[in-house]
């Protein structure tokens, strides 16, 4: 997977296309647009790129190696993702088209295609997803505030460092404060469907977030254990 450029919009777009000329050419073009670009060349990596990477759009192919597009776009959709994906694939019949967008793509664009109309499509998808996560409510569990759009964290209005995975982790367990998830949901949830660690996993992180979110830590208020479940947000 290669990154391609840093991003002045802070936008990444990442592209699996097992075709090396096209993907090359695609990621040069967006990043001649300010675009941080991602690239994957079969399914197995695309899939570990759209879990790990967390784009903001994705360009996919549907032929792959290894996993396909559908089926890349089906876990991700499994998950309740809602980022944007423009399919781009050499089948073209309506029927194609329709599974395509029935699976969960927002767009679908047809091989041999014009480069000026996948750069203006790819555009009006990311101002649509920009305009819906400018809209995203911030989440509050007692002292603990998330904005989801901006990604940052603070507790009683000083603001809290969080990793990626910490980040997600926290806003998880804050869309449904009170609710227990097991540690097998979580791992699966935020590390992804290949992730060859165990649930120890979640615990190290659930005690990272309490030593950065908790006044005790080791008596938490917030970030609680449910015994033999896994764990839960409290206000």
């Not at 400018?134 to 460092?161: M, S």
């Not at 009170?178 to 469907?193: A, F, N, V, Y």
Request: charged letters at 30%.
């Amino acid at each position: 997977m290669a990154d391609r450029s840093p991003s002045a919009s802070g936008e990444t777009i990442l592209i699996v296309e097992d075709d090396r000329s096209l993907r090359e050419g695609l990621a040069m073009n967006f990043g001649l647009r300010g675009y941080r670009v991602l690239t994957a060349a079969d399914g197995d990596e695309g899939m570990r790129a759209v879990f790990d990477e967390r784009p903001d759009l994705i360009i996919l192919d549907i032929m792959l190696p290894g996993p396909s597009g559908l089926e890349i776009l089906s876990e991700l959709r499994a998950r309740a993702e809602r980022v944007p994906v423009l399919i781009l694939s050499a089948r073209d019949t309506t029927d194609n088209k329709i599974e395509g967008l029935e699976t969960g793509a927002d767009d679908y664009l047809s091989k041999p295609f014009e480069l000026p109309e996948l750069l203006a499509r790819a555009e009006v998808m990311l101002r649509r997803q920009r305009a819906m996560v400018q809209a995203q409510p911030r989440l509050v569990v007692g002292d603990i505030e998330i904005d989801q759009a901006a990604r940052r964290v603070t507790r009683a209005g000083e603001p809290v460092a969080l990793s990626a995975k910490e980040f997600d982790l926290l806003r998880l367990l804050a869309r449904s404060p009170g609710k227990p998830h097991t540690r097998e949901s979580i791992l699966d949830q935020i590390w992804g469907w290949d992730f060859s660690g165990t649930t120890r996993t979640v615990n190290n992180f659930i005690l990272s977030l309490r030593q950065k979110l908790e006044s005790d830590p080791a008596n938490p208020r917030h970030i609680l254990t449910v015994r033999q479940v896994g764990y839960k947000l409290e206000p």
